[in-house]
């Protein structure tokens, strides 16, 4: 046999004099809709239906350079509220069983927002030229190891620890996991704070 649930109903003026359960869910027989409640508001808060939303033609022609910039402002002025500054290492070599870090960072006596590895290319390999930097490698069976972070001595230390296992990258054009050639890339880190 089959079961039926059945919400609690009634009309548009019904529901506007109720005060639903916070989380329960009453149809506006009037609207055809449904209304959902907090516990506290009178008459809940009603759904639109798809047929009464005219606002999905709006938004396929919003223009978001029409928005002002004082909007801009105002919202990363709420939300940001500390520029975030960067301080970047030295370029290491890549190399196996090898602990990377770099005491430049001794300035900085707080932990940093986070840090992060980059690799970058020496000499043409795998898909990538000279230049080209890429956060997207792995270790072994590890991808995007961990920078690691701490202080002590009363300055912030980054560590970038690797085992015995190869590093590699996702081929650039073809995203095939691909052994590095070491003597072609340069690992770098990078501390945001």
């Not at 230049?131 to 970038?160: C, K, M, N, Q, W």
């Amino acid at each position: 046999m089959t079961r039926i649930l059945q919400i609690r109903r009634g009309t548009a003026a019904e529901n506007d004099n109720f005060t639903g359960m916070n989380g329960e869910i009453t149809m506006d027989t009037t609207n055809k809709t449904v209304r959902v409640h907090d516990g506290e508001t009178l008459g809940g808060f009603a759904l639109a239906r798809a047929d009464a939303v005219s606002a999905a033609q709006e938004v396929e022609n919003f223009d978001i350079t029409s928005v002002a910039a004082s909007f801009w402002q105002n919202l990363f002025s709420t939300y940001q509220t500390n520029e975030i500054h960067t301080k970047t290492s030295v370029l290491m070599t890549v190399a196996n069983n090898v602990t990377f870090y770099d005491d430049s960072f001794s300035d900085l006596t707080e932990l940093p927002l986070y840090a992060r590895a980059f690799l970058v290319c020496q000499e043409s390999d795998a898909g990538y030229s000279e230049g080209d930097e890429t956060p997207a490698f792995g270790i072994g069976d590890y991808v995007s190891p961990a920078v690691y972070t701490y202080i002590g001595d009363y300055i912030l230390h980054v560590r970038l620890f690797a085992g015995s296992q190869t590093f590699w990258v996702p081929h650039k054009t073809t995203g095939v996991k691909t052994n590095l050639t070491t003597s072609k890339w340069k690992l770098k880190i990078v501390v945001y704070y």
